[in-house]
């Protein structure tokens, strides 16, 4: 067993006895605590001491992985890849002797769909369960299903930041609520709605008004208070807006999204020194990680989330207002280290009428890629899987269509050898289908390089000529998107020509 040296004095500390004795002695809870509290780095921890074998911290997000992982090493001591290590999409840092493993969820659940038994695996943490990710999703009714059918032994504990927690437990047979309350720090808020009323969000696009309040919202914050700035922004298209709007401020401007390289993404996440800093972010930010010396947020109360066009059959993604408990979960961020402020730029008024939760991505994304997950575990329609919500008919019909197509499932929905290969490429069906028919015709190496290109939107540069982007990243004109692209061609190249590629290599 783990042994633990002093933690941190955080929220959830005191309650860690209470928390490990409930999945010892029942096997199964719900945590709801909010931002801040220590659930994310110090549960794992704590079972670790406690639970044999490998404790798997499932996370929504890459860059929440990495940072969870190496927040737990250093309170050992160690570095990443001892005792505590991670899994991400193209990147494994463990060892023999690793006991907490942090993942993504889509990793968790390539590995479930390998290996459903889970060897070696005493525990299994799914943060960030409020999210209503497609993969969380999966990754709860499949650990549920394993722990039902062959794995009774198998601890699981589902967190969430937000009170919404009796669905969950629901879902999980009636496993008790665990609550830690109270917040680090109080965050005081400030309301800076624009001048003049804006145009609501349409498909992707952003009033540029908005932005422009943005930008004037965060000058007045750097003039009104002390340390760093962090500001919500829905994609990179608006945080490079907002950017070139505080040109000549008395600060360090830095990005922090998931389209960034790790190196860079970790830097924002370690302390700075010398100048303040404002960290334009997409909602990478919004839990599970802590940026350093933040004070402040400025949030533009925008989410881009993934929708289906019914009439194409295909995913898109499309900008939304945020719900109340996604803007407080970001207010959370200013008061994690201290009393701080948030600016939020809408009114107290449209406050009320936002959405109390953000929708769950089953309710209105494209579930090609679920249903076909779905169809990989031997349950074409979900029937019998614990899912928190049942996927709308229309949608999972337009999926199976979909899937019949590409022949990764048959008339019956039953997966295919076809199916199974395609679900392992780590990419949507439609383009695992055009990296693999398309490798016997331009060869690996380029079709992973079309693909790699097609499945990430912001690496065109908003050119419409997909052979010019395609030159200009070979060439390299742009000097911040090869380096991502190049990782994720070698990863495709990789999974073109595997037959049972790693966790590694599943979706982010």
Same mark, same amino acid.
Not at 60 to 88: F, I, N, Q, W
């Given at each position: 067993?783990?042994?633990?040296?002093?933690?941190?004095?955080?929220?959830?500390?005191?309650?860690?006895?209470?928390?490990?004795?409930?999945?010892?002695?029942?096997?199964?809870?719900?945590?709801?605590?909010?931002?801040?509290?220590?659930?994310?780095?110090?549960?794992?921890?704590?079972?670790?001491?406690?639970?044999?074998?490998?404790?798997?911290?499932?996370?929504?997000?890459?860059?929440?992985?990495?940072?969870?992982?190496?927040?737990?090493?250093?309170?050992?001591?160690?570095?990443?890849?001892?005792?505590?290590?991670?899994?991400?999409?193209?990147?494994?840092?463990?060892?023999?002797?690793?006991?907490?493993?942090?993942?993504?969820?889509?990793?968790?659940?390539?590995?479930?769909?390998?290996?459903?038994?889970?060897?070696?695996?005493?525990?299994?943490?799914?943060?960030?369960?409020?999210?209503?990710?497609?993969?969380?999703?999966?990754?709860?009714?499949?650990?549920?299903?394993?722990?039902?059918?062959?794995?009774?032994?198998?601890?699981?504990?589902?967190?969430?930041?937000?009170?919404?927690?009796?669905?969950?437990?629901?879902?999980?047979?009636?496993?008790?609520?665990?609550?830690?309350?109270?917040?680090?720090?109080?965050?005081?808020?400030?309301?800076?709605?624009?001048?003049?009323?804006?145009?609501?969000?349409?498909?992707?696009? @952003?009033?540029?008004?908005?932005?422009? *309040?943005?930008? %004037? +919202?965060?000058?007045? &914050?750097? /003039? !009104?208070? $002390?340390?760093? =700035?962090?500001?919500?922004?829905?994609?990179?298209?608006?945080?490079?807006?907002?950017?070139?709007?505080?040109?000549?401020?008395?600060?360090?401007?830095?990005?922090?999204?998931?389209?960034?390289?790790?190196?860079?993404?970790?830097? @924002?996440?370690?302390?700075?020194?010398? *100048?303040?800093? %404002? +960290?334009?972010?997409? &909602?990478? /930010? !919004?839990? $599970?990680?802590? =940026?350093?010396?933040?004070?402040?947020?400025?949030?533009?109360?925008?989410?881009?989330?993934?929708?289906?066009?019914?009439?194409?059959?295909?995913?898109?993604?499309?900008?939304?207002?945020?719900?109340?408990?996604?803007?407080?979960?970001?207010?959370?961020?200013?008061?994690?280290?201290?009393?701080?402020?948030?600016?939020?730029?809408?009114? !107290?008024?449209?406050?009320?009428?936002?959405?109390?939760?953000?929708?769950?991505?089953?309710?209105?994304?494209?579930?090609?890629?679920?249903?076909?997950?779905?169809?990989?575990?031997?349950?074409?329609?979900?029937?019998?899987?614990?899912?928190?919500?049942?996927?709308?008919?229309?949608?999972?019909?337009?999926?199976?269509?979909?899937?019949?197509?590409?022949?990764?499932?048959?008339?019956?929905?039953?997966?295919?050898?076809?199916?199974?290969?395609?679900?392992?490429?780590?990419?949507?069906?439609?383009?695992?289908?055009?990296?693999?028919?398309?490798?016997?015709?331009?060869?690996?190496?380029?079709?992973?390089?079309?693909?790699?290109?097609?499945?990430?939107?912001?690496?065109?540069?908003?050119?419409?000529?997909?052979?010019?982007?395609?030159?200009?990243?070979?060439?390299?004109?742009?000097?911040?998107?090869?380096?991502?692209?190049?990782?994720?061609?070698?990863?495709?190249?990789?999974?073109?020509?595997?037959?049972?590629?790693?966790?590694?290599?599943?979706?982010?």
């Amino acid at each position: 067993m783990l042994t633990l040296p002093e933690l941190p004095d955080l929220p959830v500390r005191p309650a860690l006895p209470r928390i490990v004795d409930a999945l010892v002695d029942g096997g199964a809870a719900v945590l709801v605590a909010p931002p801040g509290s220590g659930k994310t780095t110090l549960v794992p921890l704590a079972l670790a001491a406690r639970i044999e074998g490998r404790i798997v911290v499932a996370e929504p997000r890459r860059v929440a992985a990495r940072a969870a992982a190496s927040r737990m090493a250093s309170l050992l001591g160690e570095r990443v890849g001892g005792t505590v290590g991670y899994t991400v999409r193209g990147e494994r840092r463990v060892g023999a002797g690793t006991r907490v493993e942090v993942v993504t969820t889509g990793v968790l659940v390539r590995r479930l769909q390998r290996d459903a038994e889970l060897p070696g695996v005493g525990a299994v943490i799914l943060d960030e369960c409020h999210e209503r990710h497609l993969d969380s999703d999966l990754a709860l009714a499949f650990a549920l299903d394993s722990r039902a059918a062959l794995r009774e032994d198998l601890a699981l504990l589902a967190t969430s930041a937000t009170a919404a927690s009796e669905q969950l437990a629901a879902v999980l047979g009636g496993a008790p609520v665990l609550e830690v309350s109270g917040s680090p720090h109080p965050v005081r808020t400030v309301w800076c709605p624009p001048p003049t009323p804006v145009t609501p969000p349409h498909g992707g696009r @952003v009033d540029p008004r908005l932005l422009d *309040q943005v930008a %004037v +919202v965060v000058r007045r &914050a750097l /003039a !009104e208070t $002390s340390g760093d =700035v962090l500001v919500f922004l829905p994609g990179v298209f608006e945080i490079t807006a907002v950017a070139r709007r505080l040109a000549g401020v008395d600060a360090r401007v830095v990005q922090l999204h998931g389209r960034l390289p790790a190196r860079e993404q970790d830097a @924002v996440l370690r302390p700075a020194e010398g *100048q303040r800093r %404002v +960290v334009l972010a997409t &909602a990478v /930010a !919004e839990s $599970s990680l802590t =940026v350093p010396g933040v004070r402040v947020v400025v949030d533009a109360g925008l989410a881009r989330v993934p929708r289906l066009d019914q009439g194409r059959g295909l995913g898109a993604l499309v900008t939304v207002p945020v719900s109340r408990a996604t803007a407080t979960q970001r207010a959370g961020r200013a008061g994690r280290e201290a009393p701080g402020t948030v600016y939020r730029c809408w009114s !107290e008024t449209d406050h009320t009428r936002l959405p109390g939760f953000p929708e769950p991505e089953i309710a209105a994304a494209d579930l090609t890629a679920f249903a076909l997950d779905l169809a990989c575990w031997g349950t074409p329609t979900g029937a019998g899987l614990a899912l928190p919500d049942a996927p709308p008919v229309a949608a999972m019909d337009v999926a199976r269509a979909t899937l019949r197509a590409l022949g990764a499932i048959d008339d019956d929905g039953r997966v295919t050898p076809r199916g199974r290969t395609l679900a392992r490429t780590g990419v949507h069906p439609r383009l695992a289908r055009a990296l693999l028919d398309g490798g016997g015709l331009v060869g690996a190496q380029r079709a992973a390089e079309v693909v790699a290109l097609l499945a990430d939107d912001t690496l065109a540069g908003g050119r419409g000529d997909l052979v010019a982007a395609w030159r200009g990243l070979r060439d390299g004109a742009d000097p911040g998107a090869p380096a991502r692209w190049r990782t994720e061609v070698r990863r495709l190249t990789a999974a073109a020509g595997a037959t049972g590629p790693d966790g590694a290599t599943g979706p982010d």
